[in-house]
């Protein structure tokens, strides 16, 4: 590999599944890249597809040996996008690049998961010796390929330096029908309609804005999982036949990429066994981090996420999967009974009714904890543009991100989607089917933690008297740790002597 010194637009670090399909949507959009990878034949597999995949394009895409030869590569002032993995390789690159020569006007950007706090750290330990900038990047691998959905944040001049490069490359939508506007051949590109892609905000902002995605990718798909289990264990319909059910859901208020590809891998046959495929995949779940770290954060905040928080919980009972083979012989549980075609009909219906619900509770959930996270760190955070780059690109892609987007425009200062009249009505219009899902799924024994706690959610919105009335008794009766009163000022705290007799009422400062 012959490095051709100071030629390319951009140098790319990490060249897998994410990286390689970003740099290779970097030079169908017409930039030049120096591509570098731990793995030498990475490189040359990414050289390879650059060179030959476009009959007759003039290739952009070369690979460097080193971190120093990528550093002589890339025209001044020089952009790295860094994609591996989050955690200590994004700071052995950083130094490494540091120690090979890289200035404080050189930005390099990292486009992987890296927990929020990890870009803060990093934005201020690099000052002076690189400019650390982050894009988080949704969309997969195909994503990455022809149009992913970016946040950027940090630096606002190392934002207009790449912003070029960004808009070029990210999905696009119709900026009348908010539809996406899609690609899926190399060398094409897409210049018309808005980009998918926003400055957010300081650093760590787009790493925050980009963990709640995946939170509410999380909690997305396990509601989508758990109408497919109801339909398969409590209505009796083969996968196909789910299939079936999502491609028509697809066409309605649930249309989304997540729905989409349930539909699709339903449909696919194990090559082995002729079975469906998803008959042979084994039961536990995965998971890299960020779901994990939204539910944290939700509970440091005091934002109630329970719906996303329910479906990392439901990762993790899926892995415990001895323990549930156990269980399933000793643990008994109602037997299921047939239903009868217009019963399966009415049930399918309600589970759409609380699969939208449900959904609208999730993206509720993620909205207010990216506001009150922005309230905190003092960012300022425009939520009908997360709305509308989330439109296009990203794995939670769906037709109702416009309605968001339209209620934040409405009013950007609305605490809660359910506060939004458009999903306010909605939900009152189909909460009945959803209640019917959860005791129906109750009374079955079918296990819907996502659906029914998004339920309890949306009934603890609407009470307007909590029972934290009496448990603010019981705080104050074991530990003296105090109340406020209904008819005091808020602030002004009271306690009761609880073992005296008689007890008295106590003011206390
Ligand atoms: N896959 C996805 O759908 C998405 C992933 N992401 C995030 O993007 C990042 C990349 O993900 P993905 O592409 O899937 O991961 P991969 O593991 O496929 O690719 C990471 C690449 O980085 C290389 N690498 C690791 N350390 C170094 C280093 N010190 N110097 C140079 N190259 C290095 C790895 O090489 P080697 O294999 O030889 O170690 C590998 O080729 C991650 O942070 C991920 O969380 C974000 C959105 C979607
Ligand atoms: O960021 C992504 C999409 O937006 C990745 O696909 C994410 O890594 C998937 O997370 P997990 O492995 O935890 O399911």
């Known amino acids: 590999m012959e490095p051709k010194l100071e030629a390319a637009d951009i140098g790319v670090i ?16 017409g930039f030049s890249v120096a591509a570098f990878d731990l793995d030498k034949a990475k490189v040359e597999a990414a050289e390879q597809q650059a060179a030959t995949e476009v009959a007759g394009r003039e290739t952009r895409l070369f690979g460097v040996e080193s971190l120093s ?14 994609s591996v993995p989050a955690g200590r390789a994004v700071d052995s690159i950083c130094d490494a690049l540091i120690e090979a020569g890289a200035i404080a006007e050189d930005i390099v950007i990292d486009t992987g998961n890296s927990l929020w706090t990890d870009t803060v750290a990093r934005e201020k330990h690099y000052q002076g010796k690189l400019t650390f900038f982050s894009s988080a990047v949704s969309g997969g691998e195909v994503g990455a390929r022809f149009g992913p959905s970016l946040m950027p944040s940090g630096d606002k001049k190392a934002w207009q330096r790449i912003e ?3 808009t070029a490359i990210a999905a696009k939508v119709d900026a009348d029908t908010g539809l996406p506007l899609e690609r899926h051949q190399p060398g094409e590109v897409i210049e018309q309609g808005e980009a998918c892609t926003a400055y957010i905000g300081p650093a760590g902002s787009g790493h925050y804005v980009k963990m709640v995605h995946n939170g509410i990718e999380y909690a997305d798909m396990q509601l989508i999982c758990e109408t497919f289990h109801f339909m398969q264990t409590g209505l009796g319909m083969s996968t196909v036949q789910i299939a079936e059910v999502f491609e028509r859901w697809n066409k309605g208020v649930l249309n989304s990429y997540l729905i989409e590809i349930s539909a699709e891998v339903l449909r696919q046959v194990d090559p082995q066994t002729d079975k469906p495929l998803v008959d042979i995949i084994l039961d536990k779940a995965g998971q890299k981090g960020t779901g994990l770290w939204t539910a944290v954060s939700s509970l440091q905040l005091g934002c109630p996420a329970s719906t996303i928080a329910e479906a990392v919980y439901a990762r993790s009972m899926s892995t ?63 939520y009908a543009a997360i709305a509308r780059i989330w439109r296009a690109g990203c794995i939670i892609r769906a037709g109702f991100l416009r309605t968001i987007s339209d209620a934040f425009e409405a009013d950007a200062g609305i605490e809660n989607l359910l506060q939004a009249e458009g999903f306010a009505s909605k939900l009152n219009e189909l909460q009945g089917q959803w209640r019917q899902v959860v005791a129906q799924a109750v009374v079955k024994g079918i296990p819907v933690p996502c659906i029914s706690s998004a339920l309890a959610y949306f009934d603890s919105l609407r009470c307007e008297v909590l029972p934290a009335n009496l448990l603010q008794g019981q705080r104050d009766f074991f530990g003296s740790h105090t109340f406020e009163r209904t008819d005091a000022p808020k602030g002004e705290f009271y306690h009761i002597t609880w073992s005296e007799s008689p007890r008295k009422l106590v003011k206390m400062s």
């Open 320 to 382: 415990q999967k001895t323990l549930r083979q156990q269980l399933a012989t000793s643990l008994t549980g109602p037997a299921i009974a047939a239903v009868s075609a217009e019963e399966q009909q009415a049930t399918i219906d309600a589970l759409e009714a609380a699969l939208y619900c449900a959904k609208v509770t999730a993206y509720a959930q993620g909205f207010q904890m990216i506001a009150m996270q922005a309230k905190e760190q003092q960012w300022e955070l425009d």
């Open 69 to 82: 030869q990528i550093l002589a590569s890339v025209k001044a002032p020089r952009v790295f996008l860094l």
């Open 14 to 29: 990490g060249l897998g599944v994410m990286g390689k399909n970003l740099a290779l949507n970097i030079v169908d959009n």
């Open 164 to 166: 070029p490069i960004w």
